[in-house]
């Protein structure tokens, strides 16, 4: 792991917003791309970025480019959206053994509902450690199509999102019924929109859990949807509520409040902290505005359609001494780490020891900071990207003018390859400290 100590020194006041590139949207690209691959032209797409993609996407590129002619041991490092989607692309696709692996994490985030909905379509899946987990070992097999599937979506969307987007290329399509409320439903809604966008359709019910989807086939899309990633802005709010500065001024680029996005909320749970958001032209104005936060005694954020958005939102309300009781946490036990221990944890380093962790919520109660051991606090991301980003951003705090050290800083790759190039438009300075075992 590699340990870094970041410093923040406010950048020189300037006229205008100072303007921040984030990556494409790896939600929506990380679909776009599984789509293309279904289709009859998919190199033409698949290849098509310009950029320096995210470790997730790479991983997910090279495997759906690669020409598979031999058994084939496929290493997925830690993206659970690769395993989750191509354990149902390959279960339809395959035509020689493909082993999936990666790192001991990702071979231990559940993914039981979707082998078993595959299983009952004739996939041929065989869990070579735990049954219902990673590794996998896929065969050949001839998928059928029309059936109805009692699919458990309460751990992952991913599980609907990756049924979903094979359903056209089944014989009789598919019809997929829910036997629980599905988590993260915002990103089950940006399948569907990007499957539309690609020329097929998804009939889905209100509550969302019943889809039905006609067999037929794609049309190749023709370029990534120029869109920008709103999980990797709400860091740039985290910044803002934290250093709570008027004069510091972001623009956004290529974010969009009719974005289909799901993590668009950030203008809404960051309002709360007194961030504001203003919808210019090529992206999105923040800055920091004490009058506008909310002045309720507790704050109570719903994070069930976008709980990934926890670790950012949590750190800044943290830091303001907000009290709060968040919500719809729950699935953040199966990510990249334990995403609400990582972060009471961290906090805990930090001196707040006002936190408790429930079934499915997180409580802070505002109590008095206690003196930290050290001149420099170290936080362990757990090679968590979000918590890495997360308390980097706290190093605005007035509190750290020593800095903070986060170890395993690297992690941040997986979904913001270029995070600490633009983190430093807007005043981090990130320092090695080597390697960290």
Request: aromatic share 8%; hydrophobic share 40%.
């Amino acid at each position: 792991m590699i340990s870094k100590t970041i410093y923040f020194r406010r950048p020189a006041q300037a006229d205008s917003p100072i303007p921040l590139r984030l990556p494409f949207s790896k939600s929506i690209c990380s679909r776009e791309i599984v789509i293309s691959a279904l289709s009859t032209k998919s190199q033409t797409f698949v290849n098509g970025f310009t950029e320096s993609l995210s470790d997730d996407l790479a991983v997910l590129q090279h495997a759906l480019s690669a020409s598979l002619h031999q058994e084939a041991t496929i290493d997925l490092q830690a993206s659970g959206t690769a395993l989750r989607f191509l354990t149902a692309y390959f279960a339809l696709q395959t035509s020689v053994p493909i082993l999936l692996t990666g790192i001991s994490r990702l071979c231990n985030r559940p993914i039981a509902p979707l082998i078993d909905a595959l299983r009952m379509l004739g996939a041929r899946i065989t869990c070579m450690a735990h049954e219902g987990f990673a590794p996998l070992y896929i065969e050949p097999a001839k998928l059928e199509g029309g059936k109805i599937i009692d699919l458990d979506a309460s751990l992952s969307s991913q599980f609907v999102s990756a049924l979903l987007l094979i359903a056209p290329c089944l014989p009789d399509g598919l019809c997929l019924q829910l036997s629980t409320p599905p988590a993260s439903v915002s990103y089950i809604a940006m399948t569907i929109e990007v499957m539309k966008r690609a020329g097929v359709s998804v009939q889905v019910s209100p509550d969302y859990r019943s889809y039905t989807v006609a067999a037929g086939s794609y049309t190749p899309l023709p370029l990534p949807m120029i869109e920008r990633d709103w999980s990797a802005a709400a860091f740039f709010y985290t910044l803002l509520a934290i250093h709570r500065s008027p004069s510091l001024q972001l623009q956004l680029e290529g974010i969009y409040q009719d974005s289909i996005q799901g993590d668009k909320k950030a203008t809404e749970y960051f309002a709360a902290l007194g961030v504001e958001s203003r919808q210019r032209k090529n992206g999105i104005i923040i800055e920091y505005n004490s009058m506008s936060k909310n002045q309720e005694t507790i704050l109570r954020p719903d994070f069930s359609s976008c709980p990934d958005m926890l670790p950012a939102w949590v750190v800044a309300a943290t830091l303001q001494e907000r009290p709060f009781v968040a919500t719809g946490i729950a699935t953040l036990r199966h990510k990249e780490s334990d995403r609400i221990a990582a972060v009471t944890e961290g906090l805990l380093r930090l001196g707040y020891k006002g936190l408790e962790i429930h079934s499915d919520s997180l409580v802070y109660h505002s109590t008095p900071v206690q003196q930290m051991r050290e001149t420099i606090p170290t936080i362990d991301s757990y090679d968590d990207h979000r918590i890495a980003m997360a308390f980097a951003m706290a190093s605005a705090d007035r509190r750290f003018t020593n800095g903070l050290c986060i170890r395993g800083i690297e992690a941040v790759s997986k979904s913001f390859p270029n995070f600490e190039s633009v983190a430093e438009h807007c005043g981090l300075l990130f320092t090695s400290n080597g390697n960290a075992y």
